[in-house]
């Protein structure tokens, strides 16, 4: 039978009444409150290992019921049997996908010559016993909260796979597991057809589904959907509405799926929110369908694949928390959005990394659409900018991200940092289906988020989107033009 995969293992080590085992002993009684906000919320750490027990079995049963490993580094832990014992075997627990690691430097050490250096701390930049008592008890109250919300949000690999059992150990993949969603999802692929009547830019699509439990997106066959092939600007919301129908009707899904819609750099700037297929109804998207805004540029762009590095390094920052919003005085400087790389050269200057971008006002904006292409190169994988329609202020704009949510506040060196965090893109498009705030129409903001793996195969949708295959006339012989029975998950 397979172990129960709900342990947060704790590891730590420090000599007896030293300000470090005072820091660590203080972040597991900071933790103890969640064991009665959840029953299923244990925690472990070696004290627990009874008298004549085989300590080595102990350490390992307790690995392989483990969710959520938390590492506490100070430099008796380093030299002590622990490191070998517990940190090496969490640490490669952690990157085979079977727990999350979180770890956090508690007192000056030589930790930077360790292979843990790799993954950000909860409290970037700080060492705990270096703080002052009520810096460092913030910081304690801190990590203690964002290891209960990891072991909250947090699957181990065998169980989002729903194949290996989590007692046997977990083969290492060449490719990263495709990233599943917590719900049924349909993807809609947009891109320009090339046709023009009247100047006016044409479109043609792709629908595709993939339900819980898959590995990959199928085909949606575009007959099935019963739209035009291609289609104007403005008919956009009856195409939303011929798809929203074969949703409800033929899709046989029986929950409410996540619409993920991939669009080229012009229709981004589009009032999404605003789109009704209901005739005649103010009824903003969002409220009926929740929605994902990605872009079909990245996804289709050969040119942009060398980037697409910066875009998954910018993306674990923001699942994690751990980045930083573009600095405001920065935001419509092309050299540096079309540059930014998800690292830093400072790996104490947490701040430095940058995950996303969010644009208050668009009054600072000369040429919006070739801001919007600027950012697009950035590769952040979150943008949040103002819609055509926007009337929300600055206190609004971040009302908005605290709900969503899209911010983790954190105590760093004294000061509140707010930091993008998006960890999971269901719950983001849920938040907003479910937003009621008598104030604030988020109908005044587009939010733009890009997995970097989950997505229809670029290949096989670049050949499906290449002009020969629009013209039944110059598809090879014997094969239906665009025809593909399942796509893969790019990684």
Known sequence: MAAEKDLVFVSFFANAGSAAQKSCEAIVTQLKPFT????????????????GSNKDVAINTAIGRCRVAVVLVSYEYL?????????????????????????????????????????????????????????????????????????????????RLQALPTDQPVPIANKPAPARM????????????????????????????????????QEVPNGDIGAEPSFAKEKLPELLHSLQGWIKIDSKLEDVPVLELFVPDDLLDQDWGSISTQAGEDKPLHTYQPFLLRSSDRLLNREWNIRRGALKRMYQHLIEGTGAWLPQDQLIKAQILETLDGQTQDKDAGDAVIAAICLMQSTTLKNRASWLRSVLMSMAPLVVWPSHRNSLGEEQVQLCLRHLPLIREEINQGRTVKRPHCPDLTRLAKARQK?????????????????????????????????????????????????????????
């Open 79 to 159: 030299a002590s049997e622990h490191w070998e014992k517990e940190a090496k075997p969490l640490l490669a627990a952690h990157q085979t996908g079977q727990i999350h690691l979180l770890w956090q430097q508690i007192s000056p050490c030589n930790c930077d010559q360790e292979e843990i250096i790799q993954y950000q701390q909860v409290i970037s930049g700080s060492v705990l016993t270096k703080c002052s008592r009520a810096v460092r008890e913030q910081h304690e109250q801190k990590i203690s909260e964002v290891v209960f919300q990891t072991w909250n949000e947090f699957a181990p690999l065998a169980q």
């Open 435 to 491: 937003w009621s705030h008598p104030e604030v129409d988020l109908r005044g903001l587009t939010i733009l988020v890009d997995h970097p793996d989950r997505a229809p195969d670029r290949t096989m949708l670049q050949a499906l989107f290449s002009p020969s295959r629009q013209d039944p006339s110059s598809a090879p012989e014997g094969e239906r033009p665009g025809s593909v029975s399942a796509l893969l998950i790019s990684s």
């Open 182 to 217: 917590a719900c049924d999802a349909v993807a809609l692929v947009l891109t320009p057809s090339g046709e023009e009547k009247e100047s006016e830019r044409f479109y043609q699509w792709r629908a595709f589904i993939q339900r819980v439990g898959e590995n990959h997106f």
């Open 36 to 51: 009665r906000r959840n029953d299923s919320f244990e925690l472990w750490d070696r004290s627990m290992i009874q008298a």
